[in-house]
């Protein structure tokens, strides 16, 4: 019996029954397609054409202050070559990936993005660990400008919107100053030092028993932390401190007039740098208060040469100061002295404005000591001498001996010319000298801190450098060894 096939057994091009694709022959591979790849020339040439667009609008544009090549500033110098870099940098990457490069851009742009998010919320959280204040602890002084709110108690955590640096509880003494009371009447056996100055001798930075002052008082007595002690004696030492914040060399002349001498100092040390000569000269002073920062007042007592002598010059905007302050404490302050800090931006204020100061600073330093420049021109700096004259001669005459601690060349190398008619001025009038800024620059190239990093006054090491340079001195010639002074 036979079996009937279908009619296209057999037959591979019959086309009854479901179609079936032909099969080659092993022997004839079907050609594989593949695309042309892409030449990146062309792609490069846009990255460079982008840069460019982006880059030269900038470059064409003069900055103030212009530095490099006289056109532009440091910080935009450096702006100008982030952005092309970072322009260039991802037309380089289309370039050379097309498409495919948006997976690498786009995790790159997502973590920085991240990081800045968890910069930012971590640093609110750090600050809001770390509370600051406004506070209005200088009132209107009609003579020397302002000075403490007598008696007030405040902690202090510096000028940023949150304690970077530190937290320090104080309390101001009834004269106006950052000290314990005092008696006016000097007692017997007793040897007492002045200390005139701003804000690196009031030391708001550091608790009170880590003051210069308090330190070289402990050592003279024979009761050091720190701070090495003179041999032993039954006189006892006090350190008076009259050091009031941005006070310059002028003011420092005037809290001698009207406070210091009432206290018979046997020595009167007196701190100088080159800001506190330029202060001299500055009559007006901007941002006095919180919330009135654009707001210029001539509140400072200034000076200027008149012949042999000075001529003082009070502050003409006294009344609106008192008023300005007034109305501050019965408005923003609520009645009070004291008021919490608004919160701003971690990552703005702790990154990149730092960023952009520093880049300033580098070249304002950078200029100065090309030029060979000091940071006092010549006409304040002969007022700025005569004053410190004055001040040697009044000293003298009340029964005290000036010292200067000279710590020009430490803020500012390009000041070193400073430190020299300074010292020739004590050599001329025979007043005391120390270099605190040499011993100071030491400790800083032996790797210690000797200021806050933010804040950028003295820390704890700064301030017992301090004792320790007007120890030495007192304790050489002309000092406490030859019994100068009362």
Same mark, same amino acid.
């Given at each position: 019996?036979?079996?009937?096939?279908?009619? !296209?057994?057999?037959?591979p &091009?019959?086309?009854?029954?479901?179609?079936?694709?032909?099969?080659?022959?092993?022997?004839?591979?079907?050609?594989?397609?593949?695309?042309t790849?892409?030449?990146?020339t062309? =792609?490069?040439a846009y990255?460079l054409?982008?840069?460019a667009?982006?880059v030269?609008?900038?470059a064409m544009r003069?900055?103030?202050g212009g530095?490099?090549?006289?056109r532009w500033?440091?910080?935009?110098?450096v702006?100008?070559? &982030?952005?092309?870099?970072?322009?260039?940098f991802?037309?380089?990457?289309?370039?050379r990936?097309g498409?495919?490069?948006l997976?690498?851009?786009?995790p790159i742009a997502?973590?920085?993005i991240?990081?800045?998010v968890?910069t930012?919320?971590?640093g609110q959280l750090y600050?809001?660990?770390r #509370?600051? +204040?406004?506070?209005?602890?200088?009132q209107?002084d009609?003579?020397l400008?302002w000075?403490h709110v007598?008696?007030?108690?405040? &902690?202090?955590?510096?000028h940023?919107?949150?304690?970077?640096d530190?937290?320090?509880p104080?309390k101001?003494n009834?004269?106006?100053f950052?000290?314990r009371?005092?008696v006016?009447?000097k007692p017997?056996?007793?040897t007492?030092i002045a200390?005139?100055?701003?804000?690196?001798?009031?030391?708001m930075?550091?608790?009170?028993?880590? @003051?210069?002052g308090?330190?070289?008082?402990?050592?003279?007595n024979?009761k050091?932390a720190?701070?090495?002690?003179?041999?032993?004696g039954?006189r006892?030492?006090?350190v008076?401190?009259?050091g009031?914040?941005?006070y310059?060399?002028g003011?420092?002349?005037?809290?001698? $007039?009207? +406070?210091?001498?009432?206290y018979?100092p046997d020595?009167?040390?007196v701190?100088v740098?080159?800001? +506190?000569?330029?202060?001299?000269v500055?009559?007006?002073?901007?941002?006095?208060?919180?919330?009135r920062?654009q707001e210029r007042?001539?509140?400072?007592?200034?000076?200027?040469?008149?012949?042999?002598?000075l001529?003082?010059?009070? #502050?003409?905007?006294?009344?609106?100061?008192?008023? %300005?302050?007034?109305?501050?404490?019965?408005?923003?302050?609520?009645?009070?002295?004291?008021?919490p800090?608004?919160?701003?931006s971690f %990552? %703005?204020?702790r990154?990149?404005?730092?960023?952009? $100061?520093g %880049?300033?600073q580098?070249?304002?330093r950078r200029q100065?000591?090309?030029?060979?420049?000091v940071?006092?021109?010549?006409?304040?700096?002969?007022?700025?001498?005569r004053?410190? *004259?004055?001040?040697g001669?009044?000293?003298?005459?009340?029964g /005290?001996?000036?010292v200067i601690?000279?710590?020009?060349?430490?803020?500012?190398r390009? !000041?070193?010319p400073?430190?020299a008619?300074?010292? @020739?001025?004590?050599? !001329?009038?025979?007043l =005391?000298?120390?270099?605190l800024? $040499?011993?100071l620059i030491?400790?800083?190239?032996?790797?210690?801190? *000797?200021?806050?990093p933010? !804040?950028?006054h003295f820390?704890?090491?700064?301030n017992?450098i301090?004792?320790? /340079?007007?120890l030495?001195?007192?304790?050489? @010639?002309?000092?406490?060894?030859d019994?100068k002074g009362r």
């Amino acid at each position: 019996m036979s079996t009937a096939l279908p009619p !296209d057994y057999g037959n591979p &091009t019959a086309t009854s029954g479901p179609a079936t694709a032909p099969v080659p022959s092993p022997g004839l591979a079907a050609p594989i397609h593949r695309p042309t790849p892409r030449s990146p020339t062309k =792609g490069y040439a846009y990255a460079l054409l982008a840069t460019a667009l982006a880059v030269i609008p900038l470059a064409m544009r003069r900055s103030s202050g212009g530095w490099i090549l006289g056109r532009w500033s440091l910080p935009y110098f450096v702006i100008l070559c &982030t952005v092309g870099a970072t322009v260039l940098f991802v037309g380089l990457l289309l370039a050379r990936f097309g498409r495919r490069a948006l997976f690498a851009l786009a995790p790159i742009a997502a973590a920085g993005i991240l990081g800045a998010v968890c910069t930012e919320i971590g640093g609110q959280l750090y600050a809001g660990s770390r #509370p600051a +204040h406004d506070v209005l602890f200088l009132q209107p002084d009609r003579d020397l400008g302002w000075i403490h709110v007598p008696g007030m108690e405040l &902690t202090w955590g510096g000028h940023e919107w949150y304690a970077i640096d530190f937290s320090v509880p104080m309390k101001f003494n009834s004269q106006g100053f950052r000290d314990r009371e005092w008696v006016e009447s000097k007692p017997a056996g007793v040897t007492r030092i002045a200390l005139l100055g701003d804000s690196m001798v009031e030391a708001m930075q550091v608790p009170w028993e880590q @003051t210069a002052g308090q330190m070289l008082e402990r050592a003279l007595n024979g009761k050091s932390a720190g701070v090495e002690s003179p041999a032993g004696g039954v006189r006892q030492y006090e350190v008076l401190n009259f050091g009031v914040s941005n006070y310059g060399v002028g003011q420092c002349l005037m809290t001698w $007039e009207h +406070h210091a001498r009432r206290y018979q100092p046997d020595y009167v040390f007196v701190l100088v740098a080159g800001f +506190h000569m330029v202060r001299t000269v500055t009559a007006y002073e901007g941002g006095a208060f919180p919330g009135r920062e654009q707001e210029r007042l001539w509140i400072r007592p200034t000076f200027s040469l008149e012949g042999a002598g000075l001529a003082l010059h009070p #502050p003409a905007d006294y009344e609106r100061f008192v008023d %300005l302050q007034r109305a501050l404490i019965e408005g923003p302050f609520g009645g009070h002295r004291i008021k919490p800090k608004a919160r701003r931006s971690f %990552l %703005l204020t702790r990154v990149l404005v730092p960023a952009y $100061e520093g %880049l300033v600073q580098l070249q304002q330093r950078r200029q100065r000591v090309a030029r060979r420049e000091v940071s006092v021109p010549g006409e304040a700096l002969e007022l700025n001498l005569r004053i410190l *004259t004055a001040l040697g001669r009044a000293a003298d005459k009340g029964g /005290a001996k000036l010292v200067i601690v000279d710590i020009c060349k430490y803020f500012d190398r390009a !000041d070193a010319p400073l430190s020299a008619r300074l010292e @020739t001025l004590c050599r !001329d009038e025979s007043l =005391g000298y120390v270099d605190l800024g $040499e011993a100071l620059i030491r400790a800083n190239e032996a790797g210690e801190s *000797t200021r806050w990093p933010s !804040d950028m006054h003295f820390n704890e090491r700064g301030n017992q450098i301090f004792a320790n /340079a007007m120890l030495t001195w007192l304790l050489g @010639t002309g000092g406490i060894a030859d019994n100068k002074g009362r």
